[in-house]
């Protein structure tokens, strides 16, 4: 079977830390990238972060960027979410996806997984 798992959600207070991490098990290569957008309530759906098969090009979204760091494992089918000094606004449901053509795995991804909720409060 070919699916996107991905865990590490939960809650944090402010300031707080949070590694997620997602796994493209059973496609049969490597995607060229793999990434996260994350959605809200009432909110729209905001790309986060994305990394590239080279494992040097990498996307942030500005709202994260010096704060989120991603990172891909040597068989690149397994990234991490390092999150770091996090704030309310933060707190989203947070879907892993990955491609093997032309998307760019933040905004689009040729498969999803069903999403991990990241919670930001005191």
């Known amino acids: 079977a070919q699916y996107i798992s991905n865990s590490g959600g939960g809650s944090v207070q402010p300031g707080g830390s949070l590694i997620l991490s997602c796994a493209a098990t059973?496609?049969?290569?490597?995607?060229?990238?793999m990434g996260w957008y994350r959605q809200a309530p009432g909110k729209e759906r905001e790309g986060v972060a994305a990394?590239?098969?080279?494992?040097?090009?990498?996307y942030y979204a500005p709202s994260v960027k010096d704060r989120f760091t991603i990172s891909q494992d040597n068989s690149k089918s397994t990234v991490y979410l390092q999150m770091n000094n996090l704030k309310p606004e933060d707190t989203a449901r947070y879907y892993c996806?990955?491609?093997?053509?032309?998307?760019?795995?933040?905004?689009?991804?040729?498969?999803w997984g069903q999403g991990t909720q990241v919670t930001v409060s005191s």
């Open positions: 059973g496609y049969g290569y490597s995607p060229k990238c």
């Open positions: 990394i590239y098969s080279d494992g040097r090009s990498t």
């Open positions: 996806g990955a491609d093997w053509g032309a998307s760019d795995c933040y905004s689009a991804a040729g498969d």
